[in-house]
């Protein structure tokens, strides 16, 4: 990805769709697509019924994230949580360009960027400006 100043990833367990407000388009898949299967525990069977974090997709979300300096993380369900918490706990420079994680269930590209837009605007007016 360029070097965008505001960017806005829209993610799943699957997908990564982060967008430049330039109009630039980074796609991250995870590699093992069975990892978005619905886990449900059932009395006495072993194991949580939590997921397991896919830390190479994580990963490489992040890097794709890593050029832009003002970031909105955006998702329908759960990754978007694991990827801040990944994040925080291993890209803590990036996570200090995270402005806030939202949620979009499944929007179109164009109802994405006007998100973006109506998002970056509110907060550049909320914050102070240098002269």
Same mark, same amino acid.
């Given at each position: 990805m360029?070097?965008p100043? @505001?960017?806005?990833?829209?993610?799943?367990?699957?997908?990564?769709k982060?967008? !430049?407000?330039d109009?630039?388009?980074?796609?991250?898949? !995870?590699?093992?697509?069975?990892?978005?299967?619905?886990?449900?525990?059932?009395a006495?069977?072993?194991?949580?019924?939590?997921?397991?974090?896919?830390?190479?997709?994580?990963?490489?979300?992040?890097?794709?994230?890593?050029?832009?300096?003002?970031?909105v993380?955006?998702g329908p369900?759960?990754? %978007?949580?694991?990827?801040?918490?990944?994040? %925080?706990?291993?890209?803590?420079?990036?996570a200090?360009?995270?402005l806030?994680?939202?949620?979009?269930?499944h929007?179109?590209?164009?109802?994405?960027?006007?998100?973006?837009?109506?998002?970056? @605007?509110?907060?550049?007016?909320?914050t102070?400006q240098?002269?």
């Open positions: 360029s070097n100043y @505001h960017a806005i990833v829209w993610m799943d367990h699957r997908e990564a982060i967008f !430049a407000l109009g630039d388009v980074h796609y991250v898949r !995870a590699d093992n697509p069975s990892h978005d299967e619905r886990i449900h525990h059932h006495g069977s072993i194991g949580s019924g939590h997921r397991h974090e896919n830390t190479e997709y994580l990963r490489n979300v992040a890097t794709a994230l890593a050029a832009a300096q003002e970031i993380v955006t369900a759960q990754a %978007k949580i694991e990827l801040m918490d990944w994040i %925080k706990r291993h890209a803590p420079q990036i200090a360009k995270v806030g994680v939202e949620t979009l269930d929007p179109t590209h164009g109802e994405i960027l006007a998100f973006a837009k109506r998002y970056f @605007h509110a907060k550049d007016r909320m102070p240098l002269p």
